[in-house]
């Protein structure tokens, strides 16, 4: 970077900057690019290693006769050999085509499609809550630390992270769903929405946030110990700081100390996970979606993984890898961004 | 600092609208405009729909919903699955046994108003045999036609190459020409333009993947409609949670319940339970020496399986009963013959079967010369010990307990096993290969026997290339002949009597032990259901039958035709309308303190 500002030293501060900005932009977006054909070529091979043949899971306990299964054989491919099936693959993949499903007959990115909003709406909500719930836990944990709250939340959040999904699931399910007691049932025990319900946006926005709820929180309990715990170890690091004490000297409130003075500070590696796992929204959650029969991209997985559906699982695949990829780009935009150093250094 | 306090803020609106959520929404009775009069049918569904294309369709849901929308040539009665008439009247045989004509039912119409000829047959047996992607699901139906045409509309005519008993039993579904005629791929047309033009008692009007399907009730159907407007499956990705709604009154129906699911339903009020009779048989599969279609030896089967003697020995060591009770808690019945019970004409029991009998297993090994070493294992006449593997379901908890009691009943002959449980797909890869002595395997069977009896011949053996169907290897003269000689004989009796004695050999071979048919356990809500025609009339199910007859007979109370479920969105809007003023008075109050403490400030 001195190289440059050394050959054009008259060159105005701003247009280096956007030029340097420019070149980084193109690194890390190319660098991206690289990385998702990398998963493309990856996910051909890795979803071949998975025991079974496709044609022989679909038909089990079907009456089929040998040339049906060779018809289906021959229509999804499978009689070419490996290395021809992959340019294929590389073919259709660069002009946008994911090929088409096993199972369902249908494109698959038509099926990711259909699916990715639910995922999305659900993960998203709950990764949404347990951040906000997660970061205002851990920085009042790490400000008292050792107090009593920070001993409850702290294990309470842990004791729920370590909780098998699928039974605090099915526990959710039964006190709120079908009621215990005195509890009646509130919410409904499956699906995102009632067939019943009026095709007006309101009564279907209702539905489906009634139908959200659930999954939702089941989603929040066990994810947010991750954000607490994070912020609370980052917000202790920064507790010991000179800063700190210059703020109270100045007479400040303690809360005030807090909120905009450590907490900004102690942000930064949170940020870093925040990204890592809005790239995995995408991903949804397999065991949420299948205890509360939500209609998304991991029951999707989950069903395609059984065949296997080969074209399905490496669509699924490859979204997912490149949802991860885009977020770390944006995340390390985001960087410059937040702190200062990153863009000088 | 302002992202704190709006983070604050979130936190508050998301407590307050979660609050505003758990105020139950009071189920009250509506008059919606949008919805048919009369009751809905709600059925919990735990499998998956691959395809509304009726060519494609292959899973159970599937084809249930097919058998409800579109005409088949002739079903199966609800009472005792015979054979019955559904959109051909009666039909005749050419006396060499090869044309087959079908008079088609006049007055019938789909549901756009064209009437059902024997075109639309004529048409849908034709695109089967000419377009390779049209014979993915039904295919098999079709392999032995060589023509067929429709000289006029109420007339079939179709000719096959050899005679063929199986004629009635045409299970494939008839679509409208005028619609598929315009359907230029079929691999690729996925019929989901809806209402779906079809005849049955129901018309599709909705599909949500994933999620619902709904039938609505044909008033046109030649049978006269339904009581229910409409039947609509629920997907339930969690057998569990399809139990709970079935409880919480949120579906009518549920299927495909565990025993435990079942027993924890008993004295439940409003809940009716029904103990069906399955269509699946539960099967052991001894390795009798696996070969290709070529008689070329593959797969890794034990030497000593070959031996016929040590196969009934090993048969000898099961204890069936204890099986049944223990393993499936009562819910199955005792195995023997091949075809289960349910359908009740094909059904053959040992007339001697073989008992449980420890002395008697040994008496044959030793027979067979696998002597008793002295430390009590037996060997081969090579002098390696006795040890079989056991290949398994490893997600299926029956597999697992069947699996570990006949590990404990041979150990008692001094034959070692090792249970190896895998996933499905390596267990079929396992079996097709033949690369088991032993493996759990199981067939759902249909009223016509002819599938399942063609999977123990010696042609459903794969071939050099792969492919194949063969369920035990077992490759017998005596049973092909037999075999072969009921899928020519005509006269339902005398066909009966030549499936037993393919039965019979079977059972003789012991290559396949049946060890028990499980049953299908299903429950219902008595306060919406008074009943539904079973199938069959003793012991029979709701869901899933061979046939429409358990939706298109159910039978409403007058709670469920009144229609008291469903959610009151006016109460919605008004619990809408004061979380609104919640959510703004915290947010006033929020406010307020923030201006309190800029006092405080610097």
Same mark, same amino acid.
């Given at each position: ?32 690019? !690289?990385? #998702?054909? *990398?998963?493309? &070529?990856?996910? =051909?091979? %890795? ?56 199972t369902y007959?249908r494109?698959?990115?038509d099926l990711i499609l259909e699916r990715i909003g639910p995922t999305v709406l659900l ?32 294990? !309470?959040? #842990?004791? *729920?992270?370590? &909780?098998?999904? =699928?039974? %605090? ?19 409904p025990v499956g699906g995102m929405s009632s067939p019943d319900t009026p095709p007006e946006f309101?009564p279907q926005l209702l539905d489906v946030a009634h139908h959200l709820?659930?999954p ?63 790239? #995995? ?8 979606e299948?205890?509360f029969s939500w209609p998304g991209l991991g029951l999707l997985?989950?069903e ?42 | ?33 949008a919805r048919?009069?009369?009751?809905t049918l709600r059925i919990g569904l735990q499998q998956q729909i691959d395809s509304l294309n009726?060519?494609?369709g292959?899973t159970?849901a599937s084809?249930d919903i097919?058998?409800?929308i ?120 996925t019929n989901d333009q809806m209402p779906v ?5 129901f018309v599709l009007t909705d599909y949500r993947p994933e999620q619902d399907v709904t039938l609505t ?13 409409q039947v609509q499956f629920i997907q339930f990705k969690?057998?569990?949670a399809a139990?709970?709604a079935?409880?919480?009154?949120d579906v ?314 469903g959610t ?35």
């Amino acid at each position: 970077m001195s190289d440059l500002l050394a050959t054009v030293p008259d060159q105005a501060p701003s247009s280096a900057g956007r030029r340097r900005f420019a070149r980084f932009l193109g690194g890390k977006v190319g660098g991206g690019l !690289v990385s #998702l054909f *990398l998963v493309a &070529v990856l996910g =051909f091979f %890795l979803f071949r290693v998975i025991p079974g043949d496709p044609v022989r899971t679909m038909t089990r306990g079907a009456p089929v006769t040998e040339q049906q299964i060779q018809v289906l054989r021959e229509r999804f491919g499978l009689d070419q050999p490996l290395w021809k099936q992959f340019l294929d693959f590389l073919g259709n993949l660069l002009r946008g085509d994911l090929g088409t499903s096993y199972t369902y007959s249908r494109p698959v990115g038509d099926l990711i499609l259909e699916r990715i909003g639910p995922t999305v709406l659900l993960v998203g909500t709950a990764t949404a809550l347990a951040v906000v719930l997660g970061l205002w836990m851990g920085s009042r944990a790490a400000w008292r630390h050792g107090g009593a709250f920070d001993k409850t939340s702290t294990s !309470v959040a #842990l004791t *729920l992270w370590s &909780v098998p999904t =699928f039974w %605090l699931g099915l526990i959710v399910l039964m006190a709120f769903g079908v009621g215990v007691g005195p509890i009646p049932g509130l919410f409904p025990v499956g699906g995102m929405s009632s067939p019943d319900t009026p095709p007006e946006f309101l009564p279907q926005l209702l539905d489906v946030a009634h139908h959200l709820v659930l999954p939702a929180l089941t989603m929040v309990a066990v994810i947010y110990a991750e954000y607490l715990m994070v912020m609370r170890s980052s917000l202790l690091e920064e507790m010991g700081e000179d800063y700190l004490t210059t703020a109270r000297a100045k007479g400040l409130r303690e809360d005030l100390v807090r909120r905009r003075h450590a907490v900004p500070n102690a942000l930064l590696p949170t940020v870093t996970l925040i990204f890592l796992r809005m790239g #995995l929204v995408v991903g949804g959650a397999i065991t949420v979606e299948t205890v509360f029969s939500w209609p998304g991209l991991g029951l999707l997985t989950f069903e395609a993984l059984r065949v296997p559906d080969l074209p399905l699982l490496q669509g699924i695949f490859i979204v997912l890898a490149g949802s991860v990829v885009v977020m770390n780009v944006l995340a390390e935009l985001l960087y410059r961004v937040l702190d200062p150093r990153v863009r000088e250094s | 600092m302002r992202g704190s306090q709006v983070g604050r803020r979130f936190v508050a609106l998301c407590a307050v609208l979660l609050a505003g959520l758990m105020v139950p929404l009071p189920a009250a009775a509506q008059e919606d405009g949008a919805r048919p009069q009369g009751a809905t049918l709600r059925i919990g569904l735990q499998q998956q729909i691959d395809s509304l294309n009726p060519f494609l369709g292959y899973t159970l849901a599937s084809t249930d919903i097919f058998r409800s929308i579109y005409p088949t040539l002739t079903t199966y009665r609800a009472a005792d699955f015979e054979v019955e008439p559904e959109l051909a009247e009666k039909w005749e045989t050419s006396p060499d046994k090869l044309t087959w004509t079908f008079h088609i039912r006049p007055g019938v119409k789909w549901s756009d108003g064209q009437p059902v000829t024997a075109r639309d047959a004529a048409y849908t047996f034709n695109r089967m045999m000419t377009d390779p992607a049209a014979s993915t699901a039904n295919g098999n139906f079709v392999e032995n036609f060589d023509t067929v045409t429709a000289p006029d509309e109420g007339t079939l005519v179709i000719r096959t190459k050899t005679p063929q008993a199986t004629m009635l039993a045409i299970d494939a579904p008839i679509v409208p020409e005028h619609v598929w005629s315009k359907v230029t791929d079929v691999a690729s047309f996925t019929n989901d333009q809806m209402p779906v033009v079809g005849s049955g008692p129901f018309v599709l009007t909705d599909y949500r993947p994933e999620q619902d399907v709904t039938l609505t009730a044909n008033p046109d159907f030649w049978r006269g409609p339904a009581k229910v407007a409409q039947v609509q499956f629920i997907q339930f990705k969690n057998s569990d949670a399809a139990v709970q709604a079935l409880r919480k009154g949120d579906v009518d129906v549920v299927q495909k319940l565990t025993p435990a699911q079942f027993d924890a339903l008993a004295g439940e009020s409003d809940i009716q339970q029904v103990k069906g009779q399955g269509r699946r048989f539960f099967e052991m599969i001894l390795n009798p020496g696996a070969a290709n279609s070529e008689n070329e030896p593959i797969g890794t089967g034990h030497p000593a399986l070959k031996d016929v003697r040590v196969r009934q020995a090993i048969d000898h060591a099961i204890d069936r009963q204890a099986l049944v009770d223990r393993v499936m808690g009562g819910y199955a019945q005792v195995g023997g013959g091949y075809l289960p019970p349910i359908f009740g004409d094909y059904h053959w029991n040992p007339p001697q079967p073989r008992p449980f009998d420890l002395a008697e297993a040994n008496r044959l090994l030793d027979a067979a010369g696998y002597p008793r070493g002295a430390d009590g294992i037996r060997h081969t006449p090579q002098g390696e010990p006795l040890n079989f593997d056991f290949v398994l379901h490893g997600n299926r908890s029956e597999d697992i307990q069947v699996g570990e009691f006949v590990k404990r009943w041979l150990s008692e002959l001094g034959i070692g096993v090792e249970l190896q449980p895998v996933s499905d797909n390596q267990l079929n890869d396992r079996t097709t290969a033949g690369a088991f002595d032993m493996v759990i395997s199981g067939w759902s069977a249909n009223p016509d026997p002819d599938y399942v009896l063609r999977l123990q011949t010696c042609a459903a053996r794969p071939s050099p290339s792969g492919g194949g169907n063969t369920d035990s290897f077992l490759c017998d003269q005596q049973y092909d002949d037999l075999y072969n000689r009921q899928l020519g004989e005509f006269d339902k009796a005398a066909r009966v009597d030549l499936v037993n004695q393919a039965q019979a050999r079977f059972y003789d071979q012991a290559a396949g032990l049946i060890l028990f048919y499980q049953n299908s356990l299903e429950a219902y809500r008595t306060d919406r259901y008074a009943g539904f025609t079973m199938q069959p009339a003793q012991d029979g199910v709701i869901v899933a039958q061979q046939g429409y007859w358990g939706y298109y007979g159910a039978e409403p109370t007058e709670a469920a035709v009144n229609g008291t479920s469903g959610t009151d969105y006016s109460t919605v809007a008004w619990v809408l309308g004061g979380v609104v003023v919640l959510v703004g008075v915290v947010v006033a109050l929020v406010f307020v303190r923030r201006r309190a403490t800029a006092d405080t400030r610097e």
